[in-house]
């Protein structure tokens, strides 16, 4: 394939250190007339820019259309002086930080439904086993339970080992319309059954609610359930989320998710691995990037070309999942 | 039609002021659960919300989008001590600025087709004249050829008047299914028959050549020409640009735009008929919402709603067109 042949270009950014960062790669690719928008959804950004795409393939409007994801510290982290955690320093006013939130509903399921802070640290520790088999993943270290227990606290109940990095990335995708696909290569490509971005709802959270009512949907449109998902590369910026996720897509009962991470269900050998690249935890959250290289995963999960993570079962159907602050929801649904 | 059909949004915004525009706005209306994505592309960037509002129907993935566009002081105007003009203060380097590179692509156009500043001026006296009618519009006060000659010089040989303001402001545009229009009003409504997007070029300017090269694109897929255009709502965010897209855009040859002013040919009585609302220079460029707002112009026209203003002509096909930095043209073409 050359940079000619693609057609349109999204690119997925939400930091406000690039101006038109679609137009910057492009240019340095060689200004080839592509048509170009950068599209900004928090933490889907990616994903909005891979399902932009895929729409405008889908609409007729071109055959190849590259998806982008780029950032270059979207959020900076804290600077000299700052705290990190969620004490306020002497007479400053409390700083919001998304792990305040997550932790709150960590301790919240763990008074509701008896998880664990083990079970918390197991989606830790998985997740950077699985990363420490990805040449691409951020941290490429495994971690033990004790380990992450005994991590720097930042908000009870995430130490940081229940949290993921900031950093600089970026990730792309090539969408085809089916008839060419053949024309560039001869690998197994996965086909996008289902691209659905819902966002904020009338009651509920911006990351649970809206999750399950976005899944419900997909699941009707696409005649597709949770039973039928074979990995699933979801949002987990912070452990919980993944206990939580797993219930909101479906795949047990409120509360049960905890149990789920004991069985292993999530882990590469298990019924539904979760985040078999390292996820948001492990493999990196740049902001941008991250929707893209979900896909990119679901792309060698498909190919069995994922070496010592690759999930044991055949990957047939594959969600990527990801929610944003502004309140996003966004999962695409790839069938082998 | 209530708040609850819509089904995608699209926001259009540059302004880095504001974080998720289009969540901010949705959320305000009421949370219904609506696709909301956020686009940025330079001034293109509400024209690219449109695209992206086309393209989600045009996909099949709704029946009815939002396409918004907002900013609130995208660009910021010269700080107390800063110079707005070509000349850098004592000892400080030259701040580029966009009036420059128009100041000179004006001096060129001149130099090599004898292209005079009366007709350059008279571009701001028709733009005025026409949003003087339009409730709309930022500057509603129609300016003299001498007014405008007199006027404090920004960079030779554009004075103020030969320049857009700045603001901040809202435009919003209601994309329907063929199938489901009728559902909503039993007014004339626009069919879209092109929406384009070309970027970054190999050769020449992102302006005159990406318009020139757009244009061919748009009217060999339509099977429309440049004489088919009974209104044209272009970016004219400096007088000599809607002599340069008068000949990007075909109507004329390279070098005949001044002429075509002079003859009167894109004013309310005119063959072409350019920017009936004011455009830029005078209805204004918020940047974020001014392509959406060229939509509704088109609109407005086509239906004969527009009082003084109205297009003498009968308005069966007129173009949108924005250019944006970065590099990016955006063509939309509608139909009665």
Redesign the interface.
Known sequence: MKWEDIQ??YCGSMG?AV??P???I??AM?????????????SASGS?AF??A???I????CDVALAMGVDKKALAPPKEGEKADDQPAQGKPLRFSPVMLFAQMAKNHMQKYGTTVDQLAKVSVKSHFNASHNPYAQFQKAVTLEEVHAARMVSDPLTVLHCCPIGDGAAAAILCAKKVAGKYTDKLCPTVIG?????????GDPTFA?TQ?TAKLLYEKTGTGPEDLDLIELHDAFTIEEILYLEALGLCEPGQGGRLIDEGVTSLTGKHPINSSGGLLSMGHPIGPTGVGQIAEILWQMRRECGKRQVEKEVNLAMAHMVG????CALHLLKK
């Open positions: 349109e270009a406000k101006y038109f679609g137009h910057q492009c240019g060689g200004r080839t007339g592509v048509a170009i928008t950068n599209v900004e959804n928090a909005s399902r932009e895929y729409l405008a889908a609409s007729g409007s691209s659905l971005l819902r966002s904020v709802l009338p009651d809206l009512h602050a502004g309140g996003v």
